[in-house]
């Protein structure tokens, strides 16, 4: 199963370049993130009429996220991360798609820094790390794909000296990454 994800930064203003996107790379699922639109404003019909069944959850300002799949309709299992259910932002979707449980994340900026943003970054980070713990406790296959908002070493960015006080690079923000990723 090929998956891919793509932070479009608004689904409705750069669809044209999503469905020729679908139609050349052509990956079996598709994680979408900052879809900045409300569930009623998703473009379902031009992602159907692709070949691709869609689930999806929405919000109009910056954020929201998606499963695109043309190897089966998607089987939500969550629309947000748990942990918090203050929480309304629209940032994590999980789903199964032919035995595979496949979760569209998209993690806080977290700009500026130090400040709730960042508190806000730094304390859904821990609730996606408990999450993902008990994803491994499943025995199923899972892939957690999106945009994560961290960069985690100074090799992958361009003159990160620029960047020095931005959340994406800060030791809290690596820290929490590698801690999700040495889990498994």
């Not at 025995?139 to 957690?144: G, N, Q």
């Amino acid at each position: 199963m090929r998956i891919a994800t793509f932070n479009i930064n608004g689904v409705n203003t750069r669809l044209a370049g999503l469905l020729s996107w679908l139609e050349k790379a052509a990956p079996d699922v598709v994680c979408l993130q900052e879809l900045k639109a409300t569930g009623a404003q998703f473009p379902e019909a031009a992602i159907r009429d692709a070949g691709y069944h869609a689930v999806w959850e929405g919000e109009h300002r910056w954020n929201g996220v998606a499963i695109l799949s043309k190897v089966g309709e998607p089987v939500v299992t969550r629309r947000s991360l748990p942990g918090d259910p203050t929480d309304t932002q629209s940032r994590y979707i999980e789903a199964a798609v032919q035995g595979v449980l496949i979760a569209s994340l998209y993690l806080p900026n977290g700009n500026p820094r130090p400040g709730p943003k960042f508190d806000y970054k730094l304390a859904w980070f821990g609730r996606l790390i408990t999450h993902a713990h008990s994803l491994i406790g499943t025995d199923a296959p899972v892939v957690l794909a999106g945009d994560y908002n961290v960069v985690p070493t100074g090799a992958d960015i361009y003159n990160s000296r620029s960047w020095t006080r931005d959340a994406l690079l800060q030791p809290e923000s690596r820290a929490a990454f590698g801690q999700m990723l040495n889990q498994g």
